[in-house]
């Protein structure tokens, strides 16, 4: 019998996986293509739902099979910072210098896009000429010197 290095790990999730996926899929074309009647009742609602909800349950396998089957971080895919520093005899080649420098710029670009802008303050340096409670009497077109000032609320 031939053994799949990827189905080793977390075999039963994968054959649950497998099951649910076939049973689902089953009851939702029996559920939607046929006519199935019990009792003189139909009953294809039934059927597409229950194979619809084995189908979700079949997505939670999934996801356990794969996050049980996730391995190390190979050291070249770490973050630069990570690393060990190489041997001084060593020198990486230029296609490690280029993904290096290539990670160096998205890291910057990251860090650039992730800082916040000043926000605008929310008092305005000088008052403006619509205020919530009056109207500056250099707005108003027709207002008498020493005349009070109009409400607007």
Not at 18 to 36: I, R, T
Not at 113 to 138: D, F, K
Request: glycine share 8%; aromatic share 6%; hydrophobic share 50%.
């Amino acid at each position: 019998m031939v053994q799949c290095r990827a189905c080793s790990r977390c075999a039963v999730f994968l054959a649950g996986a497998l099951v649910l996926d076939a049973a689902g899929l089953a009851l939702v074309l029996a559920g939607a293509a046929g006519q199935p009647v019990l009792d003189g009742q139909p009953f294809q609602d039934f059927l597409v739902l229950s194979g619809a909800l084995l189908l979700f349950l079949s997505l939670l396998c999934w996801l356990f099979w794969y996050s049980g089957n996730l391995r190390g971080i190979p050291a070249e895919e770490l973050p630069l910072g990570a690393r060990a520093p190489l041997a001084p005899h060593s020198r990486p080649s230029a296609r490690a210098r280029s993904r290096d420098s290539l990670l160096r710029l998205a890291a910057k670009l990251s860090r650039r896009l992730s800082q916040r802008s000043p926000a605008p303050s929310c008092a305005p340096a000088t008052a403006a000429p619509l205020e919530m409670g009056r109207l500056r009497p250099a707005a108003q077109p027709h207002a008498q010197p020493g005349a009070p000032a109009e409400r607007l609320v």
